[in-house]
T-cell receptor, first 112, second 115 residues
Framework: SQKIEQNSEALNIQEGKTATLTCNYT??????LQWYRQDPGRGPVFLLL?????KEKRKERLKVTFDTTLKQSLFHITASQPADSATYLC???????????FGKGTRLSVIA | DTEVTQTPKHLVMGMTNKKSLKCEQHMGHRAMYWYKQKAKKPPELMFVYSYEKLSINESVPSRFSPECPNSSLLNLHLHALQPEDSALYLC??????????????FGEGSRLTVL
């Protein structure tokens, strides 16, 4: 069956370091993958979309990679700040015309 | 204006009550979604309306009844709910309907408590 796994439920890092979050999927061949940020009690906010023919995408301090051979996406936040503390969700469509399915998320805590 | 507005923000209801959650977007988006999210879990899809037609119903119990009166509005009618239905209900929209890649714009959610 199809599965999305985000490597850890929680990740603590020191301010200024690079946070790296992992999203693995099995039995999918998604055309794209998305990352969202969710703060407690609020709706998710879209961050980045990367397509299967793109290796890397950047937006300010954020970088996403997409390895369709490994079936893995890495999400990096460089020069992390306490304000980056949140839950980060990866999301994929099961097929081209189906809605997104979300991973369980990784709760990132950036410690000053 | 890039907002998806959900009302009410909080709702407490008894198991015999009938209530509705409302969602509105004015971005001209053609698909609207209801997701349910329990604590420390990811959002789970309930319904999708694409071009005002119900496209996906993820085997949701009939005590949840969606309605899309027009392209900007989405309602979720609630009746005879159970305590385990207590959750954050999220509305989202996307620009091009189900086909094609596109980001989801989420509202802030309606926190539902069923007593």
């Amino acid at each position: 069956s199809q599965k999305i796994e985000q490597n850890s439920e929680a990740l603590n890092i020191q301010e200024g370091k690079t946070a790296t979050l992992t999203c693995n999927y099995t039995n999918y061949s998604p055309a794209y993958l998305q990352w969202y940020r969710q703060d407690p009690g609020r709706g998710p906010v879209f961050l980045l979309l990367i397509r299967e023919n793109e290796k890397e995408k950047r937006k300010e301090r954020l970088k996403v990679t997409f390895d369709t051979t490994l079936k893995q996406s890495l999400f990096h936040i460089t020069a992390s700040q306490p304000a980056d503390s949140a839950t980060y969700l990866c999301a994929l469509p099961l097929t081209g015309n189906t809605p997104l399915v979300f991973g369980k998320g990784t709760r990132l805590s950036v410690i000053a | 204006d890039t907002e998806v507005t959900q009302t009410p923000k909080h709702l407490v209801m008894g198991m015999t009550n009938k209530k509705s959650l409302k969602c509105e977007q004015h971005m001209g988006h053609r698909a609207m979604y209801w997701y349910k999210q329990k604590a420390k879990k990811p959002p789970e899809l309930m319904f999708v309306y694409s071009y005002e037609k119900l496209s996906i119903n993820e085997s949701v119990p009939s005590r949840f009844s969606p309605e899309c009166p027009n392209s900007s509005l989405l309602n979720l009618h609630l009746h005879a709910l159970q305590p385990e239905d207590s959750a954050l209900y999220l509305c989202a929209s996307s620009q091009r309907g189900l086909a094609g890649a596109g980001e989801l714009f989420f509202g802030e959610g309606s926190r539902l408590t069923v007593l």
